[in-house]
């Protein structure tokens, strides 16, 4: 079996054939990218109108900064602006590695699974079908104690492919880390590509997820291109897409121009047996705050890698597509998980960042590092400022947005120019989503660090 991504367009056409349900939601994506765009010509004039940018052009004047809370609010709008503008250059000059040529190595692909169903199927599937030797590929698959028919499926694949997937069935669930960690320990590879169980990838995805480490023993990991699985489940799917876009895509190709993109996705990630087998005890026995750590174990990954020297990098061409939530529960769960380790694993950057851990590249990850971690806090103070400008004067919240919206569509464009299709319209809708409904999840996260469950399964 041999399993092919469907292209978004033609698999929302089929659904709505078959459908009812689908063609009704086809009607209003239509609206959606109808709709959206005349609203923004709309709230351009309304911007314009209202001098809603007028706030930028006050950044350059010397009486913007006579206040603390005033010259705070700038000083990090110019800040952020800038590394915006580095970004942008940085990504739009980045390109892909090329496969080298030569003898492609042994490669040991990890599957991580719980109580994943049907799609721990297609994953192994996707995998075992990929275009690369099979006397070189490996693939083990671990079951960590799923209690639903996981491990059923697990079985029906190795069965169909017994020379090339081993299964390893734990009697009670142990965590991701721990199952990863056994098949680290049994995987005869020179390299490991970490796959999720419910992800499935391209026919040529392990070729192009291995290039960059060929192409350089400077590499030690290389973070795939993930996009979403579900993308034409329901408008927040979409959303998400777009979301994963802009997110993973913009953000960890300018980060891979200077070799530290600071997070190796667990849903596709490639590294190299010597930068991982020294710090393999040490990451599966993280601690925080007293507790052992069971989420967020690819970040914590990279940050070990990348404290020994190693560059990790991001590769377009290696494609996964990886299963959303597809309700506001499960979604806001899986940020909170995110937000949880991002913050614990931010510390952890910040632990060896100032040192010299590598010769080369080491202000860009700080200044991207600052303005990233900047945000919460300024947030946390100008958000309720905004709120109570917001009831003095109720005009003001047109102005916002308006502002708002035209923002929104800058930043959607690089989804426009990398996926040059219509869905950039959900990048704009995302954002007021993201403010109105989302924007609890990161303070949440940040009160209760100690909590460790993945919530999403």
């Given amino acids: 079996m041999r399993i092919i991504a469907m292209p978004a367009k033609a698999a929302t056409i089929q659904n709505s054939q078959v459908n009812p349900g689908r063609r009704r939601f086809l009607n209003l994506d239509l609206l959606v990218k109808i709709t959206v765009p005349l609203l923004l010509i709309f709230l351009l004039l309304i911007a314009l109108e209202m001098e809603s940018f007028g706030w930028y052009a006050r950044l350059f004047r010397r009486n913007t900064y006579t206040t603390f809370l005033g010259s705070v609010g700038a000083l990090y709008t110019l800040v952020f602006l800038a590394m915006q503008l580095v970004r942008t ?22 599957i991580p699974a719980y109580n994943e169903g ?36 697990i079985q029906r694949a190795r069965q ?23 098949g680290f320990l049994q995987g005869q590879g020179e390299y490991f590509v970490t796959v999720d169980s419910d992800s499935v990838i391209e026919p040529d995805t392990l070729k192009q997820i291995l290039a960059p480490l060929l192409q350089s023993p400077k590499i030690g990991a290389v973070a795939g ?33 200077y070799g530290f993109v600071f997070c190796t996705p667990g849903a596709l990630s490639a590294y190299r047996r010597e930068a991982i087998m020294p710090i393999l005890d ?65 510390l952890v950057q910040l632990s060896y960042m100032f040192t010299r851990y590598r010769p080369r590249n080491r202000l860009l990850p700080i200044l991207d590092f600052v303005v990233r971690e900047l945000e919460f806090p300024v947030t946390a103070i100008f958000l309720p400022l905004m709120l109570a400008s917001f009831l003095c004067c109720p005009i003001l919240i047109v102005k916002f947005v308006s502002g708002m919206a035209l923002v929104s569509f800058f930043l959607s464009s690089y989804y426009l120019r990398q996926e040059r299709d219509a869905d950039f319209v959900y990048g704009v809708i995302y954002s007021f989503y993201a403010l109105l409904f989302l924007r609890w999840v990161r ?15």
């Fill in 443 to 457: 303070p949440y996260a940040f009160f209760t660090l100690r909590d460790g469950r993945w919530l999403t399964r």
């Fill in 282 to 346: 040490e990451w599966r026995q993280q601690t925080f705050l007293g507790v052992r750590c069971t989420i967020g174990e690819d970040r914590a990954f990279t940050n070990l890698v990348l404290r020994q020297g190693y560059d990790t990098v991001y590769q377009r061409t290696a494609v996964v597509y990886t299963t959303v939530p597809e309700h506001y529960r499960g979604l806001s769960r899986m940020f909170l998980r995110w937000d949880r380790s991002n913050f614990r694993e931010s």
């Fill in 118 to 153: 049907a799609m721990v199927e297609k994953a192994l599937y996707s995998v075992a079908a990929a275009d690369y030797p099979k006397d070189l590929l490996e693939i083990i698959c671990i079951d960590d104690g799923s209690r639903d028919d996981t491990w059923n499926y």
């Fill in 89 to 110: 250059v940085l990504w739009w000059r980045y390109r892909p590695y090329p496969l080298p040529p030569g003898p492609l190595p042994k490669v040991t692909v990890l």
């Fill in 225 to 257: 291109n993930v996009k979403v699985y579900n993308r034409t489940a329901n408008l927040l799917t979409r959303m998400v897409w777009v979301r994963f876009v802009l997110s993973f895509d913009f953000l960890r190709a300018s980060q891979s121009m």
């Fill in 160 to 182: 169909r492919y017994p020379h090339l997937i081993q299964a390893i069935r734990f009697p009670k669930n142990r965590g991701k880390r721990e199952a990863l960690y056994t």
